[in-house]
T-cell receptor, first 116, second 113 residues
Framework: GAVVSQHPSRVICKSGTSVKIECRSL??????MFWYRQFPKKSLMLMATSNEGSKATYEQGVEKDKFLINHASLTLSTLTVTSAHPEDSSFYIC????????????FGSGTRLTVV | GNSVTQMEGPVTLSEEAFLTINCTYTATGYPSLFWYVQYPGEGLQLLLK?????DKGSNKGFEATYRKETTSFHLEKGSVQVSDSAVYFCALRSGGGADGLTFGKGTHLIIQP
């Protein structure tokens, strides 16, 4: 079945630095990828939708200059958390739609970001 | 806006017990409804889905029926196993064209032998 690889699974960074998270569709092409954020005991919150070759669409309240999304190919989307602060610490999950499987959603395993 | 409300856990059951995890939603239009499962250390996996009213999704012994009149999509299983221990998320996709999913908070299910 469709597989989405998300890397890294865990990352610790210092305040003020930037962190890049990668999301790859391994065996299918994904024209659309999604980035979610999950707080402890909270639901996954959609942050943005990225379409290959175009700008991402951000949900209300998400700072697009802080959370940079690039979807340069049909198999790779990246989320860069810029000038990270401790309040950016969270669990980030990507998802991709598989054009060949009825546009079903496949999720990555998530990235635990800790900003110290 | 859209929202999904599901019972919060943890829910602890004995093996072979009957399971119900409640899920209700608020949405415009005619949403599609999903249940996802997340096993420890793994990504979310689609468990089942329903795309219109009265549809029943089923998989691995789990079932859920799309009830538009009660805006619900409760997850049920007649006899749970220890291997069903996981976190279960109810979600919807708005029928208005937006592609992202709206999730509930997740229910942690623990099955004891």
């Amino acid at each position: 079945g469709a597989v989405v690889s998300q890397h890294p699974s865990r990352v610790i960074c210092k305040s003020g630095t930037s962190v890049k998270i990668e999301c790859r569709s391994l065996d299918f092409q994904a024209t659309t990828m999604f980035w979610y954020r999950q707080f402890p005991k909270k639901s996954l919150m959609l942050m943005a939708t990225s379409n290959e070759g175009s700008k991402a669409t951000y949900e209300q309240g998400v700072e697009k200059d802080k959370f940079l999304i690039n979807h340069a190919s049909l198999t790779l989307s990246t989320l860069t958390v810029t000038s990270a602060h401790p309040e950016d610490s969270s669990f980030y999950i990507c998802s991709a739609r598989d054009m060949g499987q009825g546009f079903g959603y496949t999720f990555g395993s998530g990235t635990r970001l800790t900003v110290v | 806006g859209n929202s999904v409300t599901q019972m919060e856990g943890p829910v602890t059951l004995s093996e072979e017990a009957f399971l119900t995890i409640n899920c209700t939603y608020t949405a415009t239009g005619y949403p599609s409804l999903f249940w996802y499962v997340q096993y420890p250390g793994e990504g979310l996996q689609l468990l089942l889905k329903a795309t219109k009213a009265d549809d029943k999704g089923s998989n691995k012994g789990f079932e859920a029926t799309y009830r538009k009149e009660t805006t619900s999509f409760h997850l049920e299983k007649g006899s749970v196993q220890v291997s069903d221990s996981a976190v279960y998320f109810c979600a919807l996709r708005s029928g208005g064209g937006a592609d992202g999913l709206t999730f509930g908070k997740g229910t942690h299910l623990i099955i004891q032998p």
